[in-house]
């Protein structure tokens, strides 16, 4: 069993002592909420909240109401195909699926100097964090990917991006340039992989090792808890 369970059957368990002390019992569930699970879909990891100055100042969205969302932006945008016109209202709607506002974080028509000197123009950049290249419906997503890493050689150091997602507004495909991953979804799939960007929106996975410091601490308050079970 581990501490994250332990931490909480003997939060409950203190319940049933009414006359335990209220601070211990307190400062044992905050504990338990800095070593219990977040994502419910991934047990070993939690959102951690973070607030970069280029993100958004505002509270972010929880996951339901960026589920909410998802849902209603791939009803809105399900028969957009051509690039030229659609590409900007698109992806204009996607970064408010989380709460993010474009124009604040992000260039449409990023102009670079690709390999051979040769003018190019990234659809969207989002210094440091995103790439996006737009194709129109039933492009090659291969190609796509291929042009966008060619614009990376035309970018500062600090603005080369993390994640390249290029799409033909069907499909979509995130790829991970510091871990290597790579995530493809259609559409009306969003709703269900809204977390593979939400390292994007602030949100970050942490994997807990042993000698992590709270479950250092969990395993404190959990001996004093069991001394204090004994004195009953």
């Given at each position: 069993m581990n501490n994250q369970t332990l931490v909480?059957?003997?939060a409950r368990a203190v319940r049933n002592f009414p006359h335990r002390k209220f601070r211990f019992f307190r400062e044992l569930q905050e504990t338990a909420g800095r070593t219990?699970?977040?994502?419910?879909?991934?047990?070993?990891?939690?959102p951690i909240q973070t607030f970069p100055e280029e993100r958004n100042q505002t509270m972010p969205l929880s996951w339901n109401e960026?589920?909410?969302?998802?849902?209603?932006?791939?009803?809105?945008?399900?028969?957009?195909?051509?690039?030229?016109?659609?590409?900007?209202?698109?992806?204009?709607?996607?970064?408010?699926?989380?709460?993010?506002t474009r124009r604040r974080v992000a260039t449409f028509e990023y102009k670079v100097k690709k390999?051979?000197?040769?003018?190019g123009y990234i659809d969207l950049l989002w210094k440091g964090v995103i790439l996006v290249e737009m194709k129109s419906r039933g492009k090659n997503l291969d190609r796509a990917y291929e042009q966008a890493r060619e614009y990376t050689h035309g970018l500062k150091e600090e603005e080369l991006p993390r994640f390249i997602l290029v799409?033909?507004?069907?499909?979509?495909?995130?790829?991970?340039?510091?871990?290597?991953?790579?995530?493809?979804?259609r559409l009306d799939e969003l709703v269900g992989n809204v977390q593979l960007f939400g390292a994007i929106?602030?949100?970050?996975?942490?994997?807990f090792q042993e000698q992590d410091p709270a479950n250092i601490k969990a395993a404190e308050l959990m001996g004093r808890l069991h001394d204090r079970l004994e004195e009953i």
């Open positions: 909480f059957r003997l219990g699970p977040g994502d419910p879909q991934r047990s070993n990891c939690r960026i589920k909410e969302r998802a849902v209603r932006f791939a009803q809105e945008w399900k028969d957009a195909s051509n690039e030229e016109a659609d590409a900007k209202p698109f992806l204009e709607g996607f970064f408010e699926v989380f709460g993010i390999l051979g000197e040769a003018d799409s033909d507004f069907e499909r979509f495909r995130l790829h991970d340039l510091e871990d290597g991953t790579i995530a493809e979804f929106i602030g949100y970050q996975k942490k994997v």
